[in-house]
Every structure is written in C-alpha cells, then in structure tokens.
C-alpha cells in the first residue's frame, strides 16, 4: 500500500521555524512529483510547493517564496519542507501528497495529485 506521512507540525511563534516532514513508502519516489498544500479553516486547499520527480528547481506559491524550501533525502523516501520566517497567516493544516502526472500547469491542482498524507497542524501565533 502507497502511504504518505506527515509530520513535524507544532505551535511556534511568529518569525521562527518548523521543519514538515514526508514519509513515503509503497510507491517508486523517483516516478513522482510531490508536493506540499495547506488548507487553513473556512478556505480552500492551496498548493505551497512542487518537487519534480527529477529534482528540477522547486517550485513555490508566492505567498511562501524565500521563506519556505523543499527537498529530499538522498535515498528519496523522505520530503522535507523547511518553513522559516513564519507568519500568522501560515497556520493551517498542511498535507503532503504525490502524483505521476504532476506537470509545470497542474503542480498546485489538489485533484492531479494521486496519493496523501493525514496532514499536519501548523499554527503560528503574533
């Protein structure tokens, strides 16, 4: 079985750091891209970051660029999405999740993302 698990999440205060973590297993990590949502009460789930399957440059919401950075381990059963610099408005829950059909147009759509994790809470306070 494909299982993706989030971890990492935690109370912090605003400008400091947490570290995301996303444990895969049952699935050849080399043929997927993964990615990084969030979804914060009353709104919809929002793309934050995007790994290709070939590591090609990362790609980031607006909203996080130069304060959030993805990657991988080298083995690539693991994503990490370092969130430095946090704001208030980055609480939410935050889900990790895969797909084999992740190109440059579809990295943010929830719905070309074939597998996810249980999601992870992050809460940031002023």
């Known amino acids: 079985d494909v299982q993706l698990q989030a971890s990492g999440g935690g109370l912090v205060q605003a400008g400091g750091s947490l570290r995301l973590s996303c444990a895969v297993s049952g699935l050849t990590f080399e043929d997927y891209a993964v990615g990084w949502f969030r979804q914060a009460p009353g709104k919809e789930r929002e793309g934050v970051s995007c790994?290709?399957?070939?590591?090609?440059?990362?790609l980031y919401a607006d909203s996080v660029k130069g304060r959030f950075t993805v990657s991988r381990d080298g083995a690539k059963t693991t994503m990490y999405l370092q969130l430095d610099i946090l704001k208030p408005e980055d609480t939410a829950v935050y889900y990790c999740?895969?797909?084999?059909?992740?190109?440059?147009?579809?990295?943010?759509?929830?719905?070309?993302?074939?597998?996810w994790g249980q999601g992870t809470q992050v809460t940031v306070s002023s």
């Open positions: 999740a895969a797909g084999s059909r992740i190109i440059l147009s579809n990295t943010r759509n929830p719905e070309a993302y074939d597998y």
């Open positions: 790994i290709s399957s070939s590591d090609e440059s990362p």
